[in-house]
């Protein structure tokens, strides 16, 4: 009898344990914030304010094409980073922009990415690159 009202014991245990593991890691891939790349231009996203975000876009400054960010609303995103990471330390070699944004405000914006060379008026950009924002 006692040996049984032990492994009860144990299993409750380990079920509480197990429980409260995965609501922490549910809770560590909630906070990290989440990252769009290219594939993802196009798409409508629900974030919270407060929440960060990232947008990862290949680039390489070496062929003169850069991505420039067209206006958006600075009252609902606020871009807190701007980072860049070559993929070689080769010279020439491309690498990912990462733009960091702060949802700031209740409301919805998109951003839009141009892919170009600033000095070629009149050429549509290589690359477009767009995400919507609702915030709550």
Same mark, same amino acid.
């Given at each position: 009898?006692?040996?049984?009202?032990?492994?009860?014991?144990?299993?409750?245990?380990?079920?509480?344990?197990?429980?409260?593991?995965?609501?922490?890691?549910?809770?560590?891939?909630?906070?990290?914030?989440? *990252? !769009?790349?290219?594939?993802?231009? @196009? +798409? =409508?996203?629900?974030?919270?304010?407060?929440?960060?975000?990232?947008?990862?876009?290949?680039?390489?400054?070496?062929?003169?094409?850069?991505?420039?960010?067209?206006?958006?609303?600075?009252?609902?995103?606020?871009?807190?980073?701007?980072?860049?990471?070559?993929?070689?330390?080769?010279?020439?070699?491309?690498?990912?922009?990462?733009? *960091? !944004?702060?949802?700031?405000?209740? @409301? +919805? =914006?998109?951003?839009?990415?141009?892919?170009?060379?600033?000095?070629?008026?009149?050429?549509?950009?290589?690359?477009?690159?767009?995400?919507?924002?609702?915030?709550?």
């Amino acid at each position: 009898m006692l040996r049984k009202n032990m492994f009860y014991i144990m299993a409750i245990i380990m079920i509480q344990f197990l429980l409260s593991s995965c609501e922490t890691m549910e809770k560590m891939f909630e906070e990290s914030p989440p *990252v !769009f790349i290219q594939k993802d231009s @196009g +798409k =409508t996203v629900d974030l919270n304010v407060g929440r960060e975000f990232d947008i990862g876009l290949d680039s390489n400054p070496s062929t003169g094409y850069i991505w420039t960010l067209e206006p958006y609303d600075e009252y609902v995103l606020k871009q807190v980073a701007l980072k860049y990471k070559r993929y070689a330390e080769k010279i020439g070699s491309g690498g990912l922009r990462r733009y *960091v !944004f702060q949802v700031v405000g209740v @409301g +919805k =914006t998109t951003l839009t990415f141009k892919y170009s060379r600033l000095w070629e008026k009149g050429i549509p950009p290589k690359k477009t690159f767009t995400l919507t924002v609702n915030s709550q």
